[in-house]
Structures are given as C-alpha cells and as structure tokens.
C-alpha cells in the first residue's frame, strides 16, 4: 500500500504564490504515476497535473505556465511538489495528492488552498 501525506496550502492575495508538497512511502517502487488533482466549491474533482514514473508530466489547461510539478525520490520516499504561481481567485479549492501503483489509486486527505481578490 502507498500512504501519502500533504502538506503546504493555505490564504494567499491573488498574483501570490504557494507550494504544496505530497510524501508518498509503502509500496513506492510500484508507482507509476503522481499528481495532484483539485475540487473546488459545488464543482466536481478535476486533473490539475500529474508526473509518471517515465518522466512526462501533464498539466491541465488552466494551470500551464503557472503551476510546476516536480517528484523528488529517495530509498524511503517519492515526494511530490506542486509550485503555484500567479494564483487566481478560481484556484481556489481542496487540492488532493494522488499516487497510482499496483494497489491502485491512493489519496492525500486534501489540502485547502484559498486565493482572496
């Protein structure tokens, strides 16, 4: 099994910037993909962007060129980053950590990110 855990989040002004981190640990050999996915008030959970075990990454549209996705690994732990810049009002939402491996798909429990106008 992969546990993950989140960190980072918080109350920014709109143009700020925030950086989530995500440490995956258990079955991370078998980890094929990470990423990070939002929900946003009264809207469904959607992609923000994701990295594979091969080195590509997607982004979803309304994020390219503001927010990066960068994986970190070691012996004991992948750990995910997620560098949010130029942050709008509409980034607003519970940002989640997502691993995919051989167990399936594994979640953080979401961290809050709120951008004020």
């Known amino acids: 099994q992969v546990q993950l855990v989140e960190s980072g989040g918080g109350l920014v002004q709109a143009g700020g910037s925030l950086r989530l981190s995500c440490a995956a640990s258990?079955?991370?050999?078998?980890?094929?993909?990470m990423g990070w996915y939002r929900q946003g008030p009264g809207k469904q959970r959607e992609l923000v962007a994701i990295?594979?075990?091969?080195?590509?990454?997607?982004?979803a549209d309304s994020v390219k060129g503001r927010f990066t996705i960068t994986i970190s690994r070691d012996n004991a732990k992948n750990t995910v980053f997620l560098q949010m810049n130029s942050l709008k009002p509409e980034d607003t939402a519970v940002y989640y950590c997502?691993?995919?491996?051989?167990?399936?798909?594994?979640w953080g429990q979401g961290t809050q990110v709120t951008v004020s106008s």
């Open positions: 990295t594979t075990a091969g080195g590509s990454t997607n982004y």
């Open positions: 258990g079955s991370i050999f078998s980890i094929s993909a």
């Open positions: 997502n691993a995919l491996s051989r167990d399936g798909n594994a």
